[in-house]
């Protein structure tokens, strides 16, 4: 036999999750990645990757990247909360204005002699990898890429040795010549 | 002109500017230059509570009452977090209020000092906005644009937290041109295209309802006389929350009651069969709407909401359309007169007498007693004695705060304080000082619990301070009665911890704080002791002895739908199981 349990409803709508980049363009002000991080867990949405760095200085603008997964009315839940926030200018969907250009910057450390060595050269040549730092038993690479090639990247590094990674998250931006600002 | 004076002086004197007349506030160590600001003038008045939490009520309860912003002011550490669960009240029912705490100087933050705590750290998810003011030229600036974001937009509480290094560093002050912030510009103009749009559905209606808001009291009692003018152009029936009563004349033909979990049959009735609603500043909460899946299944939405995050978030509508009610309201009205609309005259009617026989279900009918006062008895004589002086009416939370928005009835905005969103017990009593400060002439009553009131009691002390003639009129049940009803429902009749053990003698209780008692436990006496209780131009605790097995109805158990109500006289008799006639499915969903 069922039990009642609470006074509230239950949930009752399923829509399928989809992954999406959003800018959110915000006064560089004390507190503001916060209010952002805290709305994000507050109301149970996800982050995946997050960015941020002040893109005007003289205006104190920052420009935050988040990327997150929700169902279609989540997504704009989370663009209309953002929005509701006072230092918040404005929100774009990068994901909805169409492809958006998304890179991640990641350092790896690779650590290995003979064979693994090698092939490590040889895997970061193939992802366009740069050598930032090299000791005879060691390497320090720097990859860009998208997140999918990234997590590619530092897959077939850790068969050869890898002992430290460090990413950046996102960075986007929408493709064409109008500008966010 | 800008002026030199020290941050203390500034906070009092964008106090004066703003036109300020009422701060409620408490002193503390980390408050006190502005405690010093504040003696050296007359403008301002300071109301002292006995709890910060009171403040902050009583400040809610003005603001409510008088459509201005309420003003707080506490201290540090402890003052600022015993004001958490007002600010948090006032976020969840869109309150404008300014909290200004004080906070330890710059150089000890983050070391633990003495009551430091991190109140913008705190506050953050329970305040609309917040500023820690860390240098004295920020703090004009601040203090304005405080003001303005509490009242713009979507209004809400906005703490400043000041430290004490600042409240004495000496600065520039000017009033700034303009207190807008430099960038937060809330939509107030309604997009033409999605009225229009609305309007034209509304007009090819053939079962309209409208459901209004809190959002229509926020927006001020303009809105509220546009919407009495829309509503009487075009003859639809219109219902309101718990937030929204008095926007509409609750003695008004089309006005069919509040809707909801506790909602009245035609109400929530109309609101399953339309065909177009019209929300008009309502948050589709989920006492309103109950099972989502089986919530207004024919009709099309439009929803008039000042905060596109309201629009879409639970309930899908059809036209959204961001604006202040107001503002939307007006361009309503007008496209309708312009085009002469009408919908059509036989359906209406039809709607009409579906509804009218709803009505005649009579759902808020209860059995009274010669022996006992039923408590709906007791709202209903207290509204039918106090109507004619248009009271302001604060509440607690629980079942007594559903029978007053049931049975007493507004005709007029800004008379109805309750705590709806965040349902907070202990906010009636300070609410009532605060609406008295606002309108010191009138009759101010508190719907009480005998348990609720016992969160805020001692603003009893404050009330007698500043000869506040508050009525708090308890109906004395003996039980959290809301408890004890969903304890029947829920848990099997278990009634664990909701009894009201060892309550004080109220009477005498009043008297203790300087102010009147009066106790009555017969309802042929009820209508002298009420009229007793309104002449007396003192604060009174009125302990008014009710049947202690009522339950609150109509009600729609969670997880039922809008036409699955239960009503007064399902079960025959009060007090019996009533979790009984829910369906086992039904259970699950409650
Ligand atoms: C024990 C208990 C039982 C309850 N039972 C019921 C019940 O049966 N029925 C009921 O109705 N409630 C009930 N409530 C209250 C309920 O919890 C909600 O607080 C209430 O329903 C919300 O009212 P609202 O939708 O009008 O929203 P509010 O909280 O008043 O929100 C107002 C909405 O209007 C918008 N707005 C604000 N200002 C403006 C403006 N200027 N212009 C346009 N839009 C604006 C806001 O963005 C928001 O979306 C109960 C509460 C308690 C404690
Ligand atoms: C601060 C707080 N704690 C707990 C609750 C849960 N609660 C809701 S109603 C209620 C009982 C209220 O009892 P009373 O004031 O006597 O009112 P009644 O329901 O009997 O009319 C309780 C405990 C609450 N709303 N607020
Ligand atoms: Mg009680």
Redesign the interface.
């Known amino acids: 036999m069922l039990q009642m349990k609470t006074h509230y409803p239950d949930a009752t709508r399923v829509e399928p999750v989809n992954r999406h980049t959003l800018a959110i363009v915000v006064d560089n002000e004390p507190g503001v990645l916060a209010r952002i991080a805290g709305l994000f867990s507050g109301r149970g949405y996800n982050i995946e990757s997050l960015t941020v760095t002040e893109t005007q200085h003289e205006a104190h603008i920052s420009r935050i990247t988040i990327v997150t997964t929700g169902t279609h009315s989540i997504i704009q839940q989370i663009k209309s909360q953002l929005e509701r926030l006072v230092p918040v200018h404005r929100v774009v969907d990068l994901t909805l204005t169409g492809e958006a250009v998304e890179r991640e910057l990641c350092l790896v450390k690779v650590v290995g002699k003979g064979d693994h060595r090698v092939e490590a050269m040889r895997l970061a040549s193939a992802f366009g990898a740069r050598t930032l730092d090299a000791t005879l038993t060691s390497f320090v690479y720097e990859m860009t890429g998208t997140t999918d090639e990234v997590e590619r990247f530092i897959k077939l590094m850790t068969a050869v040795g890898l002992v430290e990674v460090s990413r950046t998250g996102v960075a986007a931006m929408a493709r064409g010549a109008e500008g966010i600002m | 002109m800008s002026e030199t004076m020290t941050g203390a002086e500034m906070v009092i004197r964008a106090l004066q500017d703003q036109g300020v007349e009422h701060v409620f506030g408490y002193p503390g160590g980390a408050v006190l230059p502005i405690y010093d600001a504040l003696f050296h003038q007359e403008k301002v008045r300071h109301v002292l509570v006995r709890h910060e939490q009171g403040a902050v009520h009583a400040a809610e309860g003005y603001a409510r009452a008088s459509g201005k912003p309420g003003v707080v002011l506490v201290t540090s550490g402890p003052g600022a977090t015993n004001a958490i669960t007002g600010l948090a009240d006032a976020m969840m029912d869109s309150i404008p209020l300014v909290c200004i705490t004080g906070q330890v100087p710059t150089h000890l933050i983050g070391s633990d000092a003495f009551q430091e705590c991190d109140t913008?750290?705190i506050t953050?998810?329970c305040t609309?906005?917040?500023y820690?003011v860390?240098s004295i030229e920020d703090l004009p600036r601040v203090l304005h644009e405080a003001f303005y974001?509490a009242q713009n937009g979507?209004p809400g509480p906005v703490v400043v937290d000041l430290p004490k290094d600042i409240q004495f560093k000496a600065g520039q002050y000017a009033r700034p041109l303009s207190n807008q912030?430099?960038?937060?510009r809330p939509t107030v103009k309604g997009d033409m295209d999605h009225i229009r749009a609305a309007i034209e559905l509304m007009a090819n209606a053939k079962r309209p309802v409208f459901y209004t808001g809190g959002g229509v009291i926020n927006s001020g009692t303009q809105a509220s006389a546009l919407l009495r003018e829309l509503v009487q152009l075009t003859g639809f029936p219109i219902t309101s929350t718990l937030m929204g009563l008095g926007a509409y004349p609750a003695s008004d033909r089309q006005w069919l009651g509040m809707l909801g979990m506790h909602g009245t049959y035609e109400a929530n009735l109309a609101m399953h069969e339309c065909d177009v609603m019209i929300n008009i500043g309502a948050r589709f909460d989920?006492r309103i709407?109950?099972?989502?899946?089986a919530f207004s299944p024919f009709s099309k939405r439009i929803h008039v909401d000042i905060?596109?995050?309201s629009?879409?978030?639970t309930v899908?509508v059809d036209i959204p359309i961001v604006g202040d009610c107001a503002h939307v309201l007006e361009d309503m009205v007008r496209l309708w007169r312009q085009g002469a609309k009408q919908a059509d005259k036989g359906e209406l009617q039809e709607w009409w007498n579906k509804i009218e026989g709803w009505r005649a279900r009579n759902c808020l009918a209860y059995k009274n007693s010669k022996e006992t006062i039923k408590p709906q008895y007791a709202v209903q004589r207290l509204y039918e004695l106090t109507k004619d002086r248009a009271p302001y009416v604060t509440t607690e939370v629980g079942q007594h705060q559903m029978w007053a928005a049931q049975y007493f009835r507004f005709d007029e905005p800004n008379h109805w304080m309750t705590s709806g969103g965040h349902g907070t017990m202990g906010y009636g009593l300070p609410a009532a000082v605060g609406a008295q400060l606002a309108h010191p002439d009138a009759l101010v009553i508190d719907i009480a619990g005998e348990a609720s009131i016992q969160m805020m009691l001692q603003e009893m002390s404050t009330a007698l301070q500043y000869n506040l003639p508050i009525k708090v009129f308890i109906l004395n049940n003996e039980y959290m009665g809301m408890v004890r009803q969903?304890q029947e429902?829920?848990h099997g009749g278990r009634y664990s911890q909701s009894y009201s053990e060892s309550l004080p003698d109220f009477v005498k209780l009043a008297e203790a704080y300087g102010g009147v008692g009066i106790r009555c436990d017969n309802p042929a006496e009820l209508d002298a002791k009420i009229m007793e209780m309104i002449n007396v131009n003192r604060p009174v605790i009125f302990d008014c002895i009710v049947d202690k097995t009522e339950n609150c109805f109509p009600m729609i158990p969670?997880?039922k739908a809008h036409n699955e109500m239960l009503l007064n006289d399902y079960l025959g008799e009060t007090g019996t199981d009533i979790?009984s006639v829910?369906d086992?499915?039904?259970?699950?969903?409650?």
Do not use: A, C
């Open positions: 913008v750290g953050r998810h609309k906005h917040n820690l860390k974001v979507r912030h430099k960038t937060y989920d709407t109950g099972r989502l899946d905060d596109p995050s629009i879409n978030k899908k969903w429902l829920l969670s997880g979790g829910i086992e499915k039904g259970k699950m969903l409650v």
